[in-house]
């Protein structure tokens, strides 16, 4: 598995975005896409723990649970990194940066719970990646959750006032829209990268 | 309240898709074969029941400021259950389901009904209500899958139920059209049981 990690975060955001193709994170990204400021605060704080928590259950992973043969455990470990982790993350932005902590720091508590989070982190065991490769990956999902949850905001504050069909406010449409965009972004899979 | 009302309110009217929208994440990446479906369904219908369990079991004794981790925990041991059971029975539907069965933990619909059932109601009526809200799930996943598989494939269950002249749609095998079939389906039933001609704009 010798991918050049650029290939690997470009893939992340466009061919296998993590949302559109895999369908984690949903239900934040759903609730929280009426707004564009808000979910540029979510997507901005997803990207941020994406990177370090699949670097970190990567270091984890391979030099705690698999030498001590523990790795039946994995769940339980990564999403208590995650959740210790965004706590952490909580408190120093809250003491170092009062400014970010008022753009990001309302929406760490929802992270924990977004299943894209502990889903980069089981991919990323299954399919072999090296650290630099896992944390490539990790920032290409954070990048591309955040190009997807962006681009829903936008569509959905056009829609606010128009006309809808009985019984297809919120989530139907929301669906159907990323449905749509769901098919544009596989046009992106005949893309040749040149390495 | 009485127990099937429970049920029925679990499976049904409160239905965690298309009442409460949680738990998408799965519902949209495993129903491309039914048998997967059913899996999944059987899977989160244990952890669900169970949990909600346990959760209402210990309500008394947890601390309000820290009882999210500990239902993580608990729920998350009952995941390594099947998680385990499934690689060692079924390795090939784990392999199938991939990172999915891990991602149970992080099921909305689980950690949903812990907080809005089990915290507050005693242990045999929390077991009923995780019991209904993972049958009302499986229903819905299963009811995806079906029209996904059947035009995809052509077949239900593996079974081939459209003979030869049926082309298949591959499009219903990828991503976008589980995003079309669950949106239309909130869609169909907000519009019949949710709400009323008068309500329209």
């Not at chain 1, 991918?3 to 994170?25: C, D, H, M, Q």
């Amino acid at each position: 598995m010798d991918i050049n990690p650029l290939v690997i975060l470009l893939a992340a955001i466009f061919t296998n975005n993590i949302l559109l193709v895999y369908f984690l994170g949903m239900c934040s990204y759903l609730s929280v896409s009426r707004e564009i400021t808000s979910s540029i605060g979510l997507g901005m704080a997803v990207f941020f723990v994406l990177t370090f928590t699949s670097g970190i259950n990567y270091l984890i992973y391979h030099y705690i649970l698999i030498p001590l043969d523990l790795v039946y455990l994995q769940y339980i470990i990564f999403i208590i990194v995650i959740a210790a982790f965004v706590q952490l993350t909580e408190i120093v932005i809250e003491r170092f940066s009062p400014v970010l902590y008022y753009t990001l720091g309302i929406f760490l508590p929802l992270i924990t719970v977004n299943c894209a989070i502990l889903g980069v982190s089981l991919f990323m065991v299954i399919r072999q990646y090296s650290f630099i490769q896992s944390v490539a990956y990790g920032a290409g999902s954070g990048l591309g959750w955040l190009v997807a949850i962006l681009a829903l905001a936008g569509i959905r504050s056009r829609l606010k006032d128009k006309y809808l069909p009985r019984g297809m406010n919120n989530a139907a449409i929301s669906l159907i829209i990323t449905g749509i965009m769901a098919l544009a972004f596989i046009g992106f899979s005949g893309v040749a990268i040149i390495q | 309240m009485k127990k099937n009302e429970i049920f029925i309110n679990g499976a049904f009217s409160d239905n965690p898709i298309w009442k409460q929208v949680l738990g998408i994440c799965s519902a949209l990446a495993v129903t491309n074969l039914m048998i997967n479906s059913l899996v999944m369904g059987l899977g989160v219908i244990f952890t669900l029941a169970l949990s909600s369990f346990t959760i209402s079991l210990i309500r008394d004794y947890t601390p309000r400021r820290v009882r999210m981790m500990v239902q993580t925990l608990i729920i998350a041991s009952y995941v390594i259950i099947v998680d385990i059971f499934l690689k060692a029975i079924y390795p090939d539907m784990s392999r199938a389901l991939g990172p999915y069965v891990g991602l149970i933990i992080t099921n909305c619909i689980i950690m949903g009904r812990a907080e809005a059932f089990a915290q507050k109601n005693n242990p045999f009526n929390s077991l009923i209500d995780g019991v209904a809200a993972g049958i009302g799930y499986t229903i819905v996943l299963l009811l995806i899958a079906m029209i996904r598989e059947l035009m995809g494939f052509g077949s239900l269950f593996g079974f081939t139920i459209l003979g030869d002249w049926w082309i298949s749609w591959s499009i219903m095998v990828m991503a976008p059209s589980a995003f079309f079939v669950l949106g239309l389906l909130i869609w169909f039933i907000n519009y019949r049981y949710y709400t009323k001609p008068s309500e329209e704009k």
